[in-house]
Each structure stands twice: as structure tokens, then as C-alpha cells.
């Protein structure tokens, strides 16, 4: 069975660069732009990662973590941010985050990132 991964990120072309690259690993990909899309339809569409940026309107990533959590969802939460700092990486981390990028990004780190969640 194929794994999906769900981006979730505001910016469109975010959104579609990850979708390419996670597309370019086999992988299915389900993307929203916000947080509170996802939540409406994980219940009945489940997903294997979440790809969440940490600052949206509405909703942020971590915020989306904890509301994951605390609804029974153990998805590995990977976190993208375009604003890195270490007070948000330890809170991004300490909602259950397996891993915190700045972006831009390299590919193969978030690749790796995505192959140790598929594992968990």
C-alpha cells in the first residue's frame, strides 16, 4: 500500500515544490493550505507524515501537531519554517516534531526526514 504524506503550507509554490519531490519518491501526497483543511478530512483520509509549515494564518503547524495528538493521530509531524529560531524549533519539537527544517531547504534533508517517519 502506498504511503501519503500531507503538505500543509499557505504558500502555493511551497506546496507544489514538496508535492514534486515527495511525488518523486513514490509516495502519494494529499496538499492544504491550512491547517484546519487537513483536520477536516483526516478522519476520514488518514495520512503516514504531515509536512507542515509553522507560521499560517489560522492554525500554525504546531498548533495543527497538538490538535493531531490530542484527536489520537500519532502521524509523524515534519516541520518547515521560513523564519528558523530556536524557541520555535524547541516548541515545534516538543509537539512531537521528528524533524525542523529551514527553508529553503535541501531536498535530501527532507528526504531523510520522510523515510524516518515512514519507518516509525
Known amino acids: 500500500m502506498t504511503k501519503t504524506v500531507a503538505i ?7 506546496r507544489v515544490a514538496t508535492q514534486n519531490l515527495v511525488r518523486s519518491l513514490g509516495l502519494a501526497t494529499q496538499t492544504f493550505s491550512s491547517a484546519e483543511d487537513l483536520l477536516a478530512v483526516v478522519q476520514a483520509s488518514p495520512v503516514d507524515c504531515v509536512i507542515t509549515d509553522v507560521q499560517m494564518e489560522g492554525l500554525g503547524g504546531v498548533e495543527l501537531a497538538h490538535a493531531l495528538r490530542s484527536g489520537g493521530h500519532g502521524i509523524p509531524v515534519i516541520f518547515i519554517t521560513a523564519f ?12 512531537g516534531g521528528i524533524g525542523f ?20
Open 8 to 14: 500543509v503550507d499557505d504558500d502555493a509554490s511551497v
Open 84 to 95: 528558523p529560531d530556536e524557541r520555535v524549533r524547541a516548541r515545534a519539537m516538543n509537539a
Open 101 to 120: 527544517l529551514a527553508k529553503p531547504f535541501e531536498s535530501q534533508a527532507l528526504i531523510g526526514l520522510i523515510e524516518t517517519a515512514l519507518q516509525r
